[in-house]
Nanobody, 118 residues
Framework: QVQLVESGGGLVQAGGSLRLSCVAS????????MGWYRQAPGKQRELVAD???????NYADSVKGRFTISRDNAKMTVYLQMNSLKFEDTAVYYC????????????WGQGTQVTVSS
């Protein structure tokens, strides 16, 4: 069974930085794609960034150049470094794990609130 636990959210002023962490339990972290999603009030959940088992990254256009996703397989942890935060980055941020194609392995964390004051 996979569990994902996020931390690092909080209240920050516009222009500031936060670093989110997501620690995974279970056996499949190193072979899974890890991602960060966010959901703002009244909006659909959207992909922020993800990183494959091989280290390839993908970012939403709205965060390119400001956010950086990384992973430490030894610590079974994925990070999201968020710089130059904007009011519109305010949302609940969720960690996501997707196992290899065809495995049907998908897991979500409980979410961590990020609030950016303007």
């Amino acid at each position: 069974q996979v569990q994902l636990v996020e931390s690092g959210g909080g209240l920050v002023q516009a222009g500031g930085s936060l670093r989110l962490s997501c620690v995974a339990s279970g056996r499949f972290f190193s072979i899974s794609t890890m991602g960060w999603y966010r959901q703002a009030p009244g909006k659909q959940r959207e992909l922020v960034a993800d990183i494959t088992s091989g280290g390839g990254t993908n970012y939403a256009d709205s965060v390119k150049g400001r956010f950086t996703i990384s992973r430490d397989n030894a610590k079974m942890t994925v990070y999201l470094q968020m710089n130059s935060l904007k009011f519109e980055d305010t949302a609940v941020y969720y960690c996501n794990m997707k196992g290899p194609m065809g495995w049907g392995l998908v897991a979500w964390g409980q979410g961590t609130q990020v609030t950016v004051s303007s």
